[in-house]
Structures are given as structure tokens and as C-alpha cells.
């Protein structure tokens, strides 16, 4: 596609429900990131692919967050017994190889739990 | 730990020129500065690769000095579409061949720049 998309674009999740958001890179894109944002800071990493495997989870918050990317392309990021605190706006990012390389956000996904 | 990013907000007349600076505690590989509003996505400024490195993007540059771990970004003859927050990601030397990790940026505060008329 022309852009990284995520959906869905809102979400609005009763607290204990589980949610799974999903993001669409940029096609041919090697490398995908996930990113929390919380209002009016920067986005914070959480998780990184290059093709389907994870090389890297250590910015996930705690055992209730889990991400996938089966066959390299598209990502799902889920999130289990959602709690008030995982209220954020969830951004997926992808590049094209490794460093030194443009890294593309999609317009994320906006999770409000209650 | 986070870049450290300066000053955190910035009013500006139509004209006016504005730095805003990144600076970083970690040894660093590149910078990336990206421009956000209000719900959208950030969308991709500039990347410096090198120290020393400057870059022009039409009216805004940046620049890289590798050996105090700092980047800024000139913003020359605002116009009202460079409101938004701004922000620098920078991406720590890794253990990879030329010292290259594999991309993960580590983001700044953020600096809101607003243009008036």
C-alpha cells in the first residue's frame, strides 16, 4: 500500500476485555515496530520484527501484551485483560531494511479503556 | 533513557526562524526528526547518519554533532503548516557490523512549535 495502515482507528474497550489491533506495512517493508504513545509525550517502543521474527520485545509493558507478524507482513498487536492504564494511542511503523533507513508511521491506533 | 529535547514549546510569528535541540546521554548512530499534529501520524522530517552530517529539507535543516551526542533542527521563515509537535528519535550505536542496531528509535519529549499569523 502507500502508507502503513492500522485499524481499527478507535477503540474504545471495557476494562478486563481483550483487544487486538493490527497494522498493514508498507509493502516490502523488512523491518516493523510497535510504539505507545500517551498524550503529549513521544511515542515509546514496544516491540520490533524483522520478516516474522521477533527480534525484540522488551519494551512490551507487561504479560497481557503480545505481538505477531505470521508471514512478515502484516503485525497484530493484543493486548488481554485491558486495563485503564493501556489507555494510549498504539503506532506501527515500518522501514524498508535496518538502520539508517526512513522509518514510516502509520496514523495509529487510538485504544481508550473504561 | 529518552533524548532530552529543547525548549518544549515555541511561539512563532510567519517569518520568524526557530532551533530546536536533541540532545542524547547515549552514543548514537542517527537521528530522525519527525513532525506530529494534532492525530495524526508523525510524519518523517529528516535522518542524519553521520556526525557532523547536515541536511536540508526546503526551508528546514538539521545537523548532527556526534561527538556531543546532539542534533538540532533549523526551522528558517515559518510558515502556519509547520505547527505541530516535533520530535527526535535517536537510535543508539548497537553491536551490529558498523556499530548499527537495527532501527529502533528511542523519542525525545517533544518541542510544540505554533506559527501565527
Known amino acids: 500500500g502507500a502508507g502503513v495502515s492500522q485499524s481499527p482507528r478507535y477503540k474504545v474497550a471495557k476494562r478486563g476485555q481483550d483487544v487486538a489491533l493490527r497494522c498493514d506495512p508498507i509493502?516490502?517493508?523488512?523491518?516493523l515496530f510497535w510504539y505507545q504513545q500517551a498524550l503529549g509525550q513521544g511515542p515509546e517502543f514496544l516491540t520490533y520484527?524483522?520478516?516474522?521474527?521477533?527480534?525484540?520485545k522488551s519494551g512490551l509493558p507487561s504479560d497481557r501484551f503480545f505481538a505477531e507478524r505470521p508471514e512478515g507482513s502484516v503485525s497484530t498487536l493484543k493486548i488481554q485483560r485491558t486495563q485503564q492504564e493501556d489507555s494510549a494511542v498504539y503506532l506501527c511503523a515500518s522501514s524498508l531494511a535496518f538502520s539508517g533507513n526512513t522509518i514510516y508511521f502509520g496514523e495509529g491506533s487510538w485504544l481508550t479503556v473504561v | 533513557q529518552q533524548p532530552v529535547q529543547s525548549p518544549q514549546a515555541v511561539i512563532l510569528r510567519e517569518g520568524e526562524d526557530a532551533v530546536i535541540n536533541c540532545s542524547s546521554s547515549k552514543a548514537l548512530y542517527s537521528v530522525h526528526w519527525y513532525r506530529q499534529k494534532h492525530g495524526e501520524a508523525p510524519v518523517f522530517l529528516m535522518i542524519?547518519?553521520?556526525?557532523?552530517e547536515q541536511k536540508g529539507h526546503e526551508k528546514i535543516s538539521a545537523s548532527f554533532n556526534e561527538k556531543k551526542q546532539q542534533s538540532s533542527l533549523y526551522l528558517t521563515a515559518s510558515q502556519l503548516s509547520y505547527s505541530g509537535t516535533y520530535f527526535c528519535g535517536t537510535e543508539e550505536r548497537g553491536s551490529n557490523a558498523g556499530g548499527t542496531s537495527y532501527g529502533k528509535l528511542t523519542f525525545g519529549q517533544g518541542t510544540i512549535l505554533t506559527v501565527h499569523p
Open positions: 520484527f524483522q520478516n516474522e521474527a521477533q527480534l525484540d
Open positions: 542524519l547518519l553521520k556526525g557532523g
Open positions: 509493502s516490502g517493508h523488512v523491518s
